[in-house]
């Protein structure tokens, strides 16, 4: 048996769907390589105020399927700072916790890398982000859930949108990152699609909506994210009505419901995977990684790696909206 004898896991950052299934899998792969589990509530401000709890087999037993997560979730000023990790790095000596899994995203893994820079703690991190902004991984944990999501409130938009020959702004979540928006607006057949990666072009915009949409006879749809530089879905709405007072233009921002619900077969399994993954790479004596999916196989991907390099949206399905609205 390896040196480590006690995992800590916790989850931090925004909360995503498919969390849950990934403590599930930490929690049962640990206690499978005969490890005792430990979750830690609240994030790393938990960690530092030692909200910790062993976790049985039966602790996580009927959460596979909830959303959230059931460690809750917290952003810490305090542990932004080496004093806030020192105090983090004493709670998990005091707990004998020899190695952490972080379940977060990019700020979480840049904290991570701290700790284990400063007091040399295992540390092995899972993507969970329903933005799917990680540099080193296809898909985050939560990412297909928060689509699916999207592409359900879309789809009953368009049928009030179709009824009354209404155009609609639909404002769903990425503050630096347009994947949930781009595969909305390809599975909901849009218009247009406004990323923050790319520039509005506000002439291509009225192009493609004077194309497919007539106040009189059709309806249409644009998918904004939230980031998009020209100001979100109402800032785009009021530039557009202004051009055409004739259309009858309306705005609806999904928020906060594209974080919640059960999660998708995707990520129970992805999070299944990962968390097992995760325990396997740090019996290995792996630290400083966060495991991902490239190609449908699992990978190791240095920290440094996932928080320096951007993640940048394809290109062909970036031109796949354009081509299917002609
Ligand atoms: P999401 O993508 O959902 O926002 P995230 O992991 O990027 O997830 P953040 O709020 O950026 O979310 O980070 C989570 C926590 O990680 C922060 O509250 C903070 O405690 C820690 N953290 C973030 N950035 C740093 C940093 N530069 N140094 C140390 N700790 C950090």
């Known amino acids: 048996m390896g040196k480590i004898k006690r995992i800590g896991v916790l989850t931090s950052g925004g909360d995503a769907p498919g969390m849950n299934a990934a403590i599930r899998a930490v929690v049962r792969a640990a206690i499978f390589n005969g490890c005792e589990a430990y979750g830690i509530y609240d994030g790393y401000q938990g960690l530092i105020e030692g909200e910790i709890k062993r976790l049985r087999s039966h602790d996580v037993s009927n959460i596979i399927q909830r959303g959230g997560t059931i460690l809750k979730s917290a952003r810490s000023v305090e542990f932004r700072t080496p004093e806030g990790r020192t105090k983090a ?39 969970g982000t329903i933005d799917n902004d990680l540099y080193g991984t296809d898909s985050t944990i939560g990412y297909d859930t928060a689509v699916n999501t999207a592409i359900e409130a879309v789809d009953k938009i368009k049928d ?60 249409g749809i644009v998918i904004v994210a939230e980031g998009d530089k020209s100001g979100g879905a109402y800032s785009i709405a009021e530039k557009v009505a202004q051009k055409h007072p004739d259309y009858d233009i309306r705005v609806s921002v999904l928020g906060h419901m594209q974080r919640g619900g059960s ?11 990962l968390g097992v993954a995760a325990v396997d790479a740090l019996m290995d004596d792996q630290k400083s990684i966060m495991l991902g999916i490239m190609n449908k196989e699992i990978v190791h991907v240095p920290f440094n790696k996932t928080i320096k390099h951007t993640k940048n949206l394809n290109p062909e399905l970036l031109s796949l909206v354009r081509i299917l609205s002609v």
């Open 89 to 127: 790095a004493c709670v998990l000596a005091d707990y004998q916790i020899d190695a952490l899994v972080v379940i977060g995203g990019d700020g979480s893994f840049t904290g991570a890398k701290c700790l284990v820079q400063e007091h040399d703690i295992p540390i092995v991190g899972i993507p």
């Open 263 to 273: 999660p998708s077969q995707f990520d129970r399994v992805l999070a299944s995977q």
């Open 160 to 219: 009030t949108a179709s009824a009354h020959n209404r155009l609609f702004f639909v404002e769903v979540m990425g503050r630096d990152a347009g994947f949930i928006a781009l595969r909305t607006a390809i599975a909901t057949g849009a218009e247009a699609v406004l990323v923050p990666e790319v520039e509005t072009d506000l002439t291509d915009l009225y192009h493609f909506i004077e194309k497919d949409y007539n106040p009189k006879n059709s309806s």
